[in-house]
Structures are given as C-alpha cells and as structure tokens.
C-alpha cells in the first residue's frame, strides 16, 4: 500500500517491490518496519505508520532506508 509513496520519494520506479520482513511497534497506532526487495539484490527498509482504526487512515510512509541487502538486520529507525 505504500509503494506509491516509497517511488515518489525515492524517485524511482520499483518493478519488483515485495516484503520479505516486518517488525512492528506499538505507538498511537502501529508502525511498521518492513524490509522489502526492490530488485534482484537490492532491499530497502521502510518505516510505515498504521493509525488506529478510528482514525480511518491508510498506511502512511514515515521514512526509509536504502542500499540494503537481504542479510542487513532489520532494525528499528
């Protein structure tokens, strides 16, 4: 749900974009760390915001990082 935004700010165009791992943190609402492959050896780590239900609000990127490969750990940012 956020690859849009991921392209937008990242400025590029992702023809594979698949999560392959997540952790998640309980703030007011959920937020997401999420590694997801982007190419063939190339990964990136997004940082995803889920407010609460009530708030009737999609996924929103909050920031991410790139150049990662599939063994770099995936940690809180």
């Given at each position: 749900?956020?690859?849009?935004q991921?392209?937008?700010?990242?400025?590029?165009?992702?023809?594979?974009?698949?999560?392959?791992?997540?952790?998640?943190q309980?703030?007011?609402?959920?937020?997401?760390?999420i590694?997801?492959?982007?190419?063939?050896?190339e990964y990136?780590?997004?940082?995803?915001?889920?407010?609460?239900?009530?708030?009737?609000?999609?996924?929103?990127?909050v920031?991410?990082q790139?150049?990662?490969?599939?063994?770099?750990?995936?940690?809180?940012?």
């Amino acid at each position: 749900q956020v690859k849009a935004q991921f392209e937008s700010q990242a400025n590029v165009n992702c023809v594979v974009f698949e999560a392959i791992k997540y952790k998640t943190q309980v703030v007011a609402g959920i937020m997401y760390f999420i590694k997801v492959q982007v190419s063939d050896a190339e990964y990136v780590h997004l940082k995803v915001f889920h407010s609460l239900p009530c708030e009737n609000q999609g996924p929103s990127l909050v920031g991410f990082q790139t150049g990662k490969t599939r063994d770099d750990p995936l940690t809180y940012f």
